[in-house]
């Protein structure tokens, strides 16, 4: 007759093993001590075991049935319950002993962590490879497009299936941009993971390259004609802005720099006596530090600033308030918001060298001036290589702009 949970509450024990049977091979035994457990008698390879189920009431009757039929299926296919079960928790052990292992080792987010304060920081005299806003636009990059999929997974079990993975979402979205940044900061932190022995093989070393499609560069908009060029001279004198960005695209002209590095031109760097602007080494492209001679033209912007805004760190203060220079993109969109479509403040520089090279300047005098790199011997030169040439150049380049707005209307 089947048990009944009221007969299991009520069976006492008697000083003597009790056995009360359930029903194909499930029964329940009472120990001497009054312990109830629920076990299942069982023939296999043909002898009699039993599979010991659990103890009542932490398993009840009906768990009990649940799992002696789960057992049945078992020893049908030949597999010894117990046996299996030995298997099936050491598999959980394992698999728990490795999770905790995991949670001990780096993540990949703290390997970025580690690597971004290796890329800031200075080195003796040289400066960190990693400028704040080169290291603010990773960070955007990673949390967006990295750290979703990737950021709390360890280390040693990122593959490179991980990372083209990553890599094929982002290319997938259209912004190969991101995907070859993200890439090349990969590699980069993969050969430094390796080199710290936190992994044995540089991993993004083996990403397939077959899987992503060819990120055609975007050339700057820049005009190369002097007639363009007469265009846009004429729409910058209109230009609707604050003052400090008309001066500052202006200036921008005048010395064809970088936009970022003329929007957070400091003070400091200006020298005025000698007519010259020193930047120091940073990482964007310009390693070496670079004078920048600067043109009447260009003095004069300069000095009709001091009065306004050389009590600040800034030549290009901004007038909102923020304690900060304006910014690289307030050059572009106020060229765009004017209607000033056909070039941009990078392409200032590309303008430049094409009128220059027809002007028949030197060569390499204008690849200086660029603050391009040298390649060869030839590029080994300390940071004032070719002053006075550039000087000329300079006053030549702001002459001609000069000229060409003077003959606007005529």
Same mark, same amino acid.
């Given at each position: 007759?089947?048990?009944?949970?009221?007969?299991?509450?009520?069976?006492?024990?008697?000083?003597?093993?009790?056995?009360?049977?359930?029903?194909?091979?499930?029964?329940?035994?009472?120990?001497?001590?009054?312990?109830?457990?629920?076990?299942?008698?069982?023939?296999?390879?043909?002898?009699?075991?039993?599979?010991?189920?659990?103890?009542?009431?932490?398993?009840?009757?009906?768990?009990?049935?649940?799992?002696?039929?789960?057992?049945?299926?078992?020893?049908?296919?030949?597999?010894?319950?117990?046996?299996?079960?030995?298997?099936?928790?050491?598999?959980?052990?394992?698999?728990?002993?490795?999770?905790?292992?995991?949670?001990?080792?780096?993540?990949?987010?703290?390997?970025?962590?580690?690597?971004?304060?290796?890329?800031?920081?200075?080195?003796?005299?040289?400066?960190?490879?990693?400028?704040?806003?080169?290291?603010?636009?990773?960070? $955007? /990059?990673?949390?967006?497009?990295? &750290?979703?999929?990737? =950021?709390?997974?360890?280390?040693?079990?990122? @593959? !490179?299936? %991980? #990372?083209?993975?990553?890599?094929?979402?982002?290319?997938?979205?259209?912004?190969?941009?991101?995907?070859n940044k993200i890439k090349t900061v990969f590699n980069m932190l993969f050969k430094y993971a390796k080199g710290k022995r936190y992994i044995k093989r540089d991993t993004?070393?083996?990403?397939?390259?077959?899987?992503?499609?060819?990120?055609?560069?975007?050339?700057?908009?820049?005009?190369?004609?002097?007639?363009?060029?007469?265009?846009?001279?004429?729409?910058?004198?209109?230009?609707?802005?604050?003052?400090?960005?008309?001066?500052? $695209? /202006?200036?921008?002209?005048?010395? &064809?720099?970088?936009? =970022?590095?003329?929007?957070?031109?400091?003070? @400091? !760097?200006? %020298? #005025?006596?000698?007519?010259?602007?020193?930047?120091?080494?940073?990482?964007?492209?310009?390693?070496?530090?670079?004078?920048?001679?600067?043109?009447?033209?260009?003095?004069?912007?300069?000095?009709?600033?001091?009065?306004?805004?050389?009590?600040?760190?800034?030549?290009?203060?901004?007038?909102?308030?923020?304690?900060?220079?304006?910014?690289?993109?307030?050059?572009?969109?106020?060229?765009?918001?004017?209607?000033?479509?056909?070039?941009?403040?990078?392409?200032?520089?590309?303008?430049?060298?094409?009128?220059?090279?027809?002007?028949?300047?030197?060569?390499?005098?204008?690849?200086?001036?660029?603050?391009?790199?040298?390649?060869?011997?030839?590029?080994?030169?300390?940071?004032?290589?070719?002053?006075?040439?550039?000087?000329?150049?300079?006053?030549?380049?702001?002459?001609?702009?000069?000229?060409?707005?003077?003959?606007?209307?005529?």
């Open positions: 007759m089947p048990l009944t949970d009221v007969a299991i509450r009520k069976a006492k024990p008697n000083g003597k093993v009790q056995k009360l049977s359930d029903g194909n091979g499930l029964r329940l035994e009472i120990s001497k001590a009054g312990s109830k457990i629920f076990k299942y008698r069982f023939k296999l390879h043909g002898g009699d075991s039993d599979f010991v189920i659990g103890e009542y009431p932490l398993v009840s009757l009906v768990e009990a049935r649940r799992l002696r039929d789960e057992a049945r299926v078992l020893v049908k296919q030949g597999i010894n319950p117990t046996d299996f079960r030995k298997q099936k928790r050491a598999e959980k052990n394992a698999e728990l002993a490795e999770q905790v292992a995991s949670s001990e080792l780096m993540t990949f987010r703290q390997l970025y962590e580690e690597f971004s304060e290796f890329k800031t920081t200075s080195f003796g005299d040289r400066a960190p490879d990693w400028q704040l806003d080169t290291l603010h636009k990773h960070n $955007l /990059r990673f949390e967006k497009h990295v &750290f979703p999929s990737l =950021g709390d997974k360890p280390v040693v079990h990122i @593959s !490179e299936d %991980d #990372l083209e993975d990553c890599l094929l979402a982002i290319q997938e979205h259209g912004t190969l941009s991101n995907r993004a070393k083996y990403i397939s390259d077959a899987l992503f499609v060819k990120h055609e560069a975007k050339h700057y908009k820049h005009v190369t004609t002097r007639s363009e060029l007469e265009v846009v001279l004429q729409k910058l004198d209109g230009l609707k802005a604050t003052y400090e960005v008309q001066q500052c $695209l /202006r200036l921008a002209l005048l010395l &064809f720099t970088r936009p =970022g590095e003329t929007a957070k031109l400091k003070w @400091s !760097e200006v %020298d #005025l006596e000698s007519r010259q602007i020193i930047k120091e080494p940073t990482v964007m492209k310009m390693k070496r530090g670079f004078v920048i001679p600067l043109s009447r033209q260009a003095l004069s912007i300069l000095e009709d600033l001091m009065p306004l805004t050389s009590h600040t760190d800034y030549v290009f203060y901004s007038p909102y308030g923020t304690g900060r220079s304006i910014s690289t993109e307030s050059l572009g969109n106020a060229l765009r918001r004017n209607g000033v479509d056909e070039i941009n403040p990078h392409g200032f520089r590309h303008t430049a060298s094409t009128a220059l090279n027809e002007m028949g300047f030197d060569a390499e005098e204008i690849e200086l001036q660029l603050s391009h790199i040298i390649k060869g011997t030839r590029g080994v030169y300390n940071k004032a290589e070719k002053l006075v040439q550039r000087h000329k150049l300079m006053q030549a380049w702001a002459d001609y702009l000069e000229r060409l707005v003077g003959t606007q209307g005529d």
